[in-house]
């Protein structure tokens, strides 16, 4: 988490700065980058996420490729597509979104946890799509952004369920026994970020 | 007008999906149902005798007794096989007896295990054995419940077994994630004892994994938590003249002149046979929580340790213990392993099964310094008997016999297949 962190944070100043500024009224593609942390609010948690996205905008459109930390319940990377158009004519004003992709698990430590030698859970690649609206203000060169975004993850994993300790005639068998979960939980997602 | 328009309607389609915010589990899991197949007591009883041979499906524990080779079909019966000539054995025939696990032979007797009773029968002619006596109830811990307690008349003689694959869905609300997961014991993993018999004996000789033992005329039986002996000075007629607790987790046992060598997944008993009708306990090795079969000589015990499922722990290693002085038993050395099964001895040469990497054959003149000398490669090698100048070795693949008169041109003589 700290590394991740670490890099995020030394990347921005790079991305930011690297970018020329482009006259806003031609109308071709230019790249564009979007970094956001926000809240997540579900029916049993709230906690962070953190996002990057670069890609590409013309006009009033914007589509690129994100990837974050999503930390509800079950963390993961999701690594999205994402869309965004800007809804009025202004620089400034209400824009609506659409990203997914697949969510890649990250295995924290209580996710870790073994049974006389076998994993309790085995995490696998879920996915996650989200949707939402959102306010943008420039501010020079950049652009400050909120958003209130409607999102469902499902996070799939392997749950051990039975260790057999003693022999049951006639499946003599010391293999665990795994059961499949599907978990999906729907949140709202509250985010703010800049736009360079 | 229009943007703020079309942000209306994007906000009020938002609130209409997302009208709740809830966490789902689907869960999905798959299990086996197996439904117990009844037979009345007596028609088990009368239906104990020669049958026509049939393949090995899953072969357990062996004893090899003259020319003759007892091979455990789990919890099914025991193959007799003709080994007259190892090279080519012959699959003779087959002695149907439920829940069996365990056996061992003295003189022309059979001694093996039907869930919680002992069977006893003649063998003086293994082409028709015949069951003499039945014993009851001496290993009541392999009574099976199945929740509501058994018709005392009636055995389970099969299974019939399905898969069956379950959907649910439900609500998340409580912490996660959920504390739980399953732990359990089987139904009757209170009762999981088999038997065996340790080194050789006039009779015949078993392999380390057994839980039967034969020494002075008596059979020593070890379950979960006991150690019974029983006095077979008449062979039909075995009289139980000591029943001691001993904790739960035993799992072998071997016989070596005066003393009785017993595993147990914490650590490896000496008991004493100065009075045969009532061993008496004169050391404990103890070690770290796993499987471990023994066998022993003079002055040292060899233990195999192994990690898994049953076994819990993560070690798996050659223990060889100083026996000396059987009152302190000292460590020599441990030598690691994949993951050691059964193991024998001849002269100086230690055969263990090895687990998945096959049978190993180690040099062990100094104990100090036990070196793997050759590898058989076969698949999950479960038990070994050195019986003259050949291995018997059992391995998922079936039986296996290996001409070991030297070591350095071991050559296998036989296999009888497992056929699926």
Same mark, same amino acid.
């Given at each position: 988490m700290k590394l991740f962190g670490c890099i995020f944070w030394m990347i921005c100043p790079i991305l930011i700065f690297a970018q020329k500024a482009q &006259? !806003? !009224?031609? &109308?071709r593609w230019r790249y564009s980058s979007l970094l956001q942390g926000g809240v997540i609010a579900g029916a049993n948690q709230s906690t962070y996420t953190i996002q990057t996205i670069h890609g590409f905008q013309r006009n009033k459109m914007m589509a690129g490729i994100g990837i974050g930390i999503d930390n509800y319940l079950i963390p993961g990377f999701p690594v999205v597509a994402h869309g965004q158009y800007l809804l009025g004519k202004k620089s400034s004003g209400f824009f609506g979104y659409l990203q997914g992709g697949p969510n890649i698990p990250w295995r924290k430590n209580e996710w870790k946890e073994t049974i006389l030698g076998n994993p309790r859970y085995q995490l696998k690649t879920g996915w996650l799509a989200e949707t939402g609206i959102g306010y943008q203000i420039p501010v020079g060169k950049l652009k400050i952004l909120t958003s209130i975004g409607y999102s469902v993850k499902q996070s799939r994993y392997e749950e051990l369920f039975a260790v057999w300790l003693g022999p049951i005639l006639p499946f003599e068998t010391w293999e665990p026994v795994y059961r499949q979960q599907e978990l999906t939980a729907r949140r709202w997602v509250f985010k703010a970020g800049i736009a360079f | 007008m229009y943007s703020l328009k079309t942000s209306f309607c994007f906000v009020l389609i938002l609130t209409l999906v997302s009208s709740c915010v809830k966490d789902t589990l689907e869960t999905t899991f798959t299990y086996t149902i197996g439904k117990p197949v009844f037979m009345l007591q007596q028609a088990v009883f009368d239906s104990m005798k020669n049958q026509s041979a049939i393949a090995l499906k899953n072969p357990g524990k062996m004893f090899v007794s003259g020319s003759y080779i007892f091979l455990n079909e789990r919890n099914k019966g025991i193959h007799l096989i003709n080994n007259s000539n190892p090279s080519k054995p012959i699959n003779e025939s087959f002695i149907p007896i439920p829940g069996c696990e365990d056996m061992v032979v003295q003189g022309q007797t059979l001694y093996a295990d039907c869930y919680a009773d002992l069977m006893v029968i003649d063998i003086s002619n293994p082409r028709a054995v015949s069951l003499k006596e039945v014993i009851p109830n001496l290993f009541p811990e392999r009574l099976y419940g199945l929740g509501g307690g058994l018709d005392s008349l009636s055995i389970i003689v099969d299974w019939i077994v399905k898969d069956t694959t379950i959907r649910s869905k439900s609500k998340l609300s409580e912490e996660?994630?959920?504390s739980g997961g399953f732990l359990f014991n089987s139904p009757q993993s209170f009762a999981s004892f088999s038997t065996g018999s340790g080194n050789g004996t006039k009779s015949g000789k078993a392999g380390s994994m057994a839980r039967f033992a034969l020494s002075h005329e008596y059979l020593y039986a070890v379950t979960q938590k006991r150690l019974l002996a029983l006095n077979l000075s008449n062979p039909l007629k075995p009289n139980l003249t000591s029943n001691q607790s001993m904790g739960w987790g035993i799992e072998t046992i071997y016989p070596f002149q005066d003393k009785l060598f017993i595993g147990s997944n914490s650590g490896m008993y000496i008991f004493q046979l100065s009075d045969p009708a009532n061993p008496k306990q004169t050391a404990i090795f103890t070690h770290a929580t796993v499987c471990d079969p023994v066998i022993a000589d003079e002055d040292y015990a060899y233990v195999t340790l192994r990690s898994g499922?049953?076994?819990?722990?993560?070690t798996n290693q050659l223990d060889v213990i100083n026996i000396e002085n059987i009152y302190s038993p000292k460590l020599v050395r441990s030598y690691p392993l994949t993951n050691p099964h059964g193991l024998d001895k001849k002269g100086n040469w230690l055969f263990v099964c090895d687990g998945r990497d096959g049978l190993k054959v180690l040099d062990a003149s100094d104990v100090g310094k036990v070196t793997v000398k050759k590898t058989i490669a076969l698949k999950d090698t479960y038990d070994v008997i050195c019986w003259g100048e050949v291995a018997i070795v059992s391995a998922a693949g079936g039986i296996y016999q290996f001409d070991i008169k030297d070591v350095n041109k071991i050559a296998l003589l036989s296999q009888i297949k497992v056929t699926l």
């Open positions: &006259p !806003d !009224d031609k &109308p | 996660f994630p959920v499922m049953a076994c819990q722990g993560f």
